[in-house]
T-cell receptor, first 112, second 113 residues
Framework: GDSVTQMEGPVTLSEEAFLTINCTYT??????LFWYVQYPGEGLQLLLK?????DKGSNKGFEATYRKETTSFHLEKGSVQVSDSAVYFC???????????FGKGTRLHILP | KAGVTQTPRYLIKTRGQQVTLSCSPI?????VSWYQQTPGQGLQFLFE???????NKGNFPGRFSGRQFSNSRSEMNVSTLELGDSALYLC????????????FGPGTRLTVL
């Protein structure tokens, strides 16, 4: 079945460092891909999404490109801030079976 | 516009009891989805309701059920609670069916003793 694998955390970086959080997926169809962020004590927020191959999603300085050839959707940000500390979830949604599958989440700590 | 609200925010129950959680979607949203979040299993999809009809369901036992009312508010019920049902239960709403533009509530933290 479909699955999402993301790098295990926690990831600890200094402020202004470059961020990459890896996400790879397995799907037999043509899924939509998402990154969600969860701040402490809150629900999830949609960070960005891509619905087809080569699409790039971007928001708040974060970017991710839907790479069908490598089945990846890595999250990147050029210069992180302390306020980016949160848990990040990669997810896929396949319209064939109308389900959504989340990765385990990656906790990010940004040090001032 | 008010966000998705969930009540109660915290709940403590004992094994064997049942529980009902409530979710009020953003005004105008007709789709409500429910999720279970645990440290071990992560975030798992429970079910989605759209216009009072359950559209799809994740891999959970029949003890987990839900419904949606004509005003789009939704309730989730868990019967015969087990220790493993302790989790954060999240709901999300959307204007359309599916998962493309979901807005999540803060969750209900359920502890089963």
């Amino acid at each position: 079945g479909d699955s999402v694998t993301q790098m295990e955390g926690p990831v600890t970086l200094s402020e202004e460092a470059f961020l990459t959080i890896n996400c790879t997926y397995t799907a037999t169809g043509y899924p939509s891909l998402f990154w969600y962020v969860q701040y402490p004590g809150e629900g999830l927020q949609l960070l960005l999404k891509a619905t087809k191959a080569d699409d790039k999603g971007s928001n708040k300085g974060f970017e991710a490109t839907y790479r069908k050839e490598t089945t990846s959707f890595h999250l990147e940000k050029g210069s992180v801030q302390v306020s980016d500390s949160a848990v990040y979830f990669c997810a896929l949604s396949d319209t064939r079976d109308d389900k959504i599958i989340f990765g385990k989440g990656t906790r990010l700590h940004i040090l001032p | 516009k008010a966000g998705v609200t969930q009540t109660p925010r915290y709940l403590i129950k004992t094994r064997g009891q049942q529980v009902t959680l409530s979710c009020s979607p953003i005004s105008g949203h007709r789709s409500v989805s429910w999720y279970q979040q645990t440290p071990g299993q992560g975030l798992q999809f429970l079910f989605e309701y759209f216009s009072e009809t359950q559209r799809n369901k994740g891999n959970f036992p029949g003890r987990f059920s839900g419904r949606q009312f004509s005003n789009s508010r939704s309730e989730m019920n868990v019967s015969t609670l087990e220790l493993g049902d302790s989790a954060l239960y999240l709901c999300a709403s959307s204007t359309q069916q599916g998962f493309n533009e979901q807005f999540f509530g803060p969750g209900t933290r359920l502890t089963v003793l």
